[in-house]
């Protein structure tokens, strides 16, 4: 008999599950995750006005002249935000063949090499997206003027999608900035399930 009193092996006697690590590193990773999770609600958001246009066109014979643009749109800024929050839990694509075979301490220092490349090309990348969205909101003698898309209805969208995407490079900088002062400190990235869906 165990010391429950319960025999060993009893299908009722249910072991305590392990709590898995927190992938998230930082409190701002923890508001980006917030905030990217209110994001994937735009796809959703989306697909209705996308339902919505087909009743219209087909049961009404009165398409719309926004819905395409808008969806287009609310899905851009819904991934843009995707990869901020792919970063902040540590679910990012990686190749672990040679972190999973060394040691702690080898760890420790790909963790920092990692964090520094990834600060480097964010750093790179918010520049670029900088100078996209600086053309897309400005004429050439540099007064302001978003960009449109050209169509009947003409929204600023690529304008505003330009905009979203250099705010997602932006928050992505600071990110691999403060994960890099995290793994230059001694702390190594959280190990993550990669099985799990949930972020």
Known sequence: MSPTN?????????????????????AFDRGVVACGRLAAWLVLVAMVISVYEVIMRYAFASPTSWV????VMLVAVS????????LASNRHIRVKVLYDSV?????LWLDRF???VAFLFCLGMTYAAFTMFWEASHNP???????RSGTSWNPPFPALVKGVILLALAIMCV?????LVKSLRGKPAPEVDDTENTV
């Open 175 to 179: 990110q691999s900035l403060l994960h």
């Open 68 to 71: 395409h643009e808008t969806v």
């Open 114 to 116: 990692n964090d520094l």
């Open 79 to 86: 991934f843009a935000f995707g990869g901020p929050a792919a």
């Open 141 to 147: 003698l540099g007064e302001w003027q978003l960009e």
């Open 6 to 26: 319960e025999p060993a092996g009893d299908p009722r006697v249910t072991p305590p599950k392990e709590t898995p690590p927190d992938p998230v590193r930082t």
């Open 103 to 107: 040691g702690p301490t080898a760890r």
